[in-house]
């Protein structure tokens, strides 16, 4: 059954309810576009293989795509990752922000997503819609940034983009126009830091 559901939002003072039922679409098994302190992003669950499904479709993604991890802290992401003192007090001085922090995964990622890979992409976003749905859903989500085939920037205007999601099952937290620098990507399995995109984030961290 097709459900579409555009969930509006003040940005600062995000409506609860809209919150909760973004949350309960997600447990459905929908994926979800929601904004983050960069731009916005697809968010699903890891066991949602239609919602996976569908936003590769969407997004023309092959298998070899590397998905982040969106978690709500850092506690929550060491569930998936390793991290050396060293990491994590990087990891403690730049999250919540602006990064994607590569680090080695461990056997909890779902290898059906992330295959053989020996990493993944953590991020913990500095938005508040972004950390209310994490905390009300209370799991870490799959994350890959919202932009359209045969674009050369993410999507940031909601009026622009919500028309192209209609057809699919998912849900659009709309808090109107997101950005559209995408994180900075930071490589950090070797132990120093290595710059892998320029981004919204600083560098060096």
Same mark, same amino acid.
């Given at each position: ?84 003192? @060293? ?7 730049? =999250?919540?922000? %602006?990064? *994607?922090?590569? !680090? #080695? ?25 972004? @950390? ?7 799991? =870490?989500?799959? %994350?890959? *940034?919202?932009? !359209? #085939? ?56």
């Amino acid at each position: 059954m097709h459900l579409f559901e555009h969930l509006r939002l003040h940005p600062e003072r995000p409506q609860i309810r809209q919150i909760r039922r973004a949350a309960d679409l997600l447990r459905q098994g929908l994926f979800v576009a929601v904004p983050t302190d960069t731009t916005y992003v697809l968010l699903c669950l890891p066991q949602s293989g239609d919602a996976i499904a569908d936003i590769r479709k969407l997004r023309q993604l092959d298998d070899t795509h590397m998905w982040s991890v969106v978690c709500a802290d850092l506690s929550q992401a060491a569930a998936c990752v390793r991290m050396d003192n @060293q990491a994590h007090r990087i990891l403690k001085r730049c =999250l919540p922000g %602006a990064y *994607t922090f590569i !680090l #080695p995964a461990n056997s909890s990622l779902p290898k059906r997503i992330f295959g053989k890979r020996r990493d993944v992409g953590i991020r913990i976003p500095d938005n508040l819609i972004c @950390q209310m749905l994490l905390e009300e859903i209370g799991e =870490l989500l799959l %994350a890959t *940034t919202l932009q !359209l #085939p045969g674009q050369n920037e993410p999507e940031y205007d909601p009026d622009e983009f919500v028309p192209r999601l209609k057809h699919l099952s998912c849900a659009v937290m709309d808090a109107g126009w997101g950005g559209m620098v995408p994180t900075t990507v930071i490589d950090i399995c070797e132990g120093e830091p290595e710059l892998r995109r320029s981004g919204a984030g600083e560098w060096p961290v």
